[in-house]
Nanobody, 119 residues
Framework: QVQLVESGGGLVQAGGSLRLSCAASGRTFSSNYMGWFRQAPGKEREFVARINWSGSSRYYADSMKGRFTISRDNAKNTVYLQMSSLKPEDTAVYYC????????????WGQGTQVIVSS
């Protein structure tokens, strides 16, 4: 079983930055991805970004390209999401998930961390 705990959410002004962290424990698989997703009130959960074990492969949703950066520190068993130039429409609960696959399905999910971007 994989356990995932997100942190780093909060309230930020439009144009500002936040870094989210996801601490993982349990069995991990180098052949699969870890990912970030988000869900805004009244909307479906959407894909944000994913990263492979080595960090050599990263993929982002189009709306996040150039603003968000996913990274990982395997020595700390932690994946990060650096968010910059935040917009009010980025307001959502952000979830970490692993292992994930190329179709963006995932086996385990964290509890989520709230991000609110004010105008």
């Amino acid at each position: 079983q994989v356990q995932l705990v997100e942190s780093g959410g909060g309230l930020v002004q439009a144009g500002g930055s936040l870094r989210l962290s996801c601490a993982a424990s349990g069995r991990t698989f180098s052949s699969n991805y870890m990912g970030w997703f988000r869900q805004a009130p009244g909307k479906e959960r959407e894909f944000v970004a994913r990263i492979n074990w080595s960090g050599s492969s990263r993929y982002y949703a189009d709306s996040m390209k150039g603003r968000f950066t996913i990274s990982r520190d395997n020595a700390k068993n932690t994946v990060y999401l650096q968010m910059s130039s935040l917009k009010p429409e980025d307001t959502a609960v952000y979830y970490c998930a692993a292992p994930c696959y190329s179709d963006n399905s995932c086996d385990y999910w964290g509890q989520g961390t709230q991000v609110i971007v004010s105008s």
